[in-house]
């Protein structure tokens, strides 16, 4: 599994709460509660929005919230401000040994989803 | 705040050795784990690898056998050293500071964009 499954793109008007889905396996997601998301305006780098499926570090907007289910986690953003137009992306960690002969990355990304306020 | 600031060239020769430095400034390195990271157009955010104030370390292994990451702690500075680069290796090159030592990276540098090409 070379990187979890987002949408590519999502949108969504002022004011509406919208969700973004990240999808992985019993390996990451499923198996451990360290998911994380970040925001990524254009030329910025990736902002820590939630960490650990749905806490939020200090300063971050109580509009994001994360949750787990199953092999899949989401982000919701409620209130859609115009400012969170960006990039999001999820991570997870996962366990390091595959089928007892490859050895991974214990940390894998998602390929990020374009949010586009209307 | 802690702060974090990625140095080096921007373009490195096919099969020479890409060197980086992040300099922390506002705080320490102790207490932290310390990965590069890096970010292409077409594979998304891939993590590099970690180390440790200690001096531990962490690959990902698809690039173990051509990376070093190291620590000056009388500079507070971590270096990437990747050799044998090829055009796969053209990316932005981020470090950052894993907040919670499970791979949630709170604290990112500005990023700089390497270029493998002769």
């Known amino acids: 599994q070379s990187a979890l499954t987002q949408p590519a793109s999502v949108s969504g008007s002022p004011g509406q709460s919208l969700t973004i889905s990240c999808t992985g396996t019993?390996?990451?997601?499923?198996?451990?509660?360290?998911v994380s998301w970040y925001q990524q305006h254009p030329g910025k780098h990736p902002k820590l929005i939630i960490y650990?499926?749905?806490y939020r570090p200090s300063g971050i907007s109580d509009r994001f919230s994360g949750s787990k289910s199953g092999n899949t986690a989401s982000l919701t953003i409620s209130g859609l401000q115009a400012e969170d137009e960006a990039d999001y992306y999820c991570s997870s960690h996962r366990s390091t040994s595959y089928r007892n002969t490859v050895t991974l990355a214990p940390v894998i990304f998602g390929g990020g989803t374009k949010l586009t306020v209307l | 705040q802690v702060q974090l600031q990625e140095s080096g060239p921007g373009l490195v020769k096919p099969s020479e050795t890409l060197s980086l430095a992040c300099t922390v400034s506002g705080g320490s390195i102790a207490s932290y784990q310390w990965s590069w990271i890096r970010q292409t157009s077409g594979k998304g955010l891939e993590w590099i690898g970690y180390l440790y104030y200690s001096g531990s370390t962490n690959y990902n292994p698809s690039l173990r056998s051509r990376v070093t990451i190291s620590v000056d702690t009388s500079k507070n500075q971590i270096s990437l050293k990747l050799r044998s680069v090829t055009a796969a290796d053209t990316a932005i090159y981020y470090c950052a500071r894993d907040y919670t030592g499970w791979y949630a990276f709170d604290i990112w540098g500005q990023g700089t964009t390497v270029t493998v090409s002769s």
């Open positions: 650990e499926v749905n």
């Open positions: 019993s390996s990451d997601i499923g198996g451990y509660n360290y």
